[in-house]
């Protein structure tokens, strides 16, 4: 299912996941998606992964969400599998079982925001 919100932003939701896609013709700007995150009530680090590397079956206690800066990393949920390019977002909630990759030969940099 696929709906907008007030600003117009494309939102998928699947499952317990939401993502929301990247649809501004400009690159990601860190410090804009860091302080909107913070904005949101989350508590926020930046990590990156190296190409191949795998999270295997996890949850948190705490709500999440994943901004992508740069590459890409593909989260899995149930039997979905959704790759989240620079500037896409997810929202995954306190328990949401999910597994990760990072595909290819680039590392991935993202924002991970947690909400307590």
């Given at each position: 299912?696929?709906?907008?919100?007030?600003?117009?932003?494309?939102?998928?939701?699947?499952?317990?996941?939401?993502?929301?896609?990247?649809?501004?013709?400009?690159?990601?700007?860190?410090?804009?998606?860091?302080?909107?995150?913070?904005?949101?009530?989350?508590?926020?680090?930046?990590?990156?992964?190296?190409?191949?590397?795998?999270?295997?079956?996890?949850?948190?206690?705490?709500?999440?969400?994943?901004?992508?800066?740069?590459?890409?990393?593909?989260?899995?949920?149930?039997?979905?599998?959704?790759?989240?390019?620079?500037?896409?977002?997810?929202?995954?909630?306190?328990?949401?079982?999910?597994?990760?990759?990072?595909?290819g030969d680039?590392?991935?940099?993202?924002?991970?925001?947690?909400?307590?």
């Amino acid at each position: 299912m696929s709906h907008a919100d007030a600003d117009g932003t494309d939102f998928t939701d699947f499952m317990s996941i939401q993502i929301d896609r990247w649809s501004d013709q400009t690159r990601p700007d860190q410090a804009n998606l860091r302080a909107r995150l913070q904005q949101e009530g989350y508590s926020v680090f930046e990590w990156t992964d190296a190409p191949g590397t795998k999270y295997g079956p996890h949850s948190h206690p705490e709500d999440q969400s994943h901004w992508i800066i740069s590459g890409v990393l593909e989260l899995r949920v149930g039997h979905e599998t959704y790759s989240l390019r620079a500037g896409d977002r997810d929202y995954l909630p306190a328990n949401t079982t999910h597994s990760a990759f990072v595909p290819g030969d680039e590392p991935v940099t993202y924002l991970i925001g947690a909400k307590h």
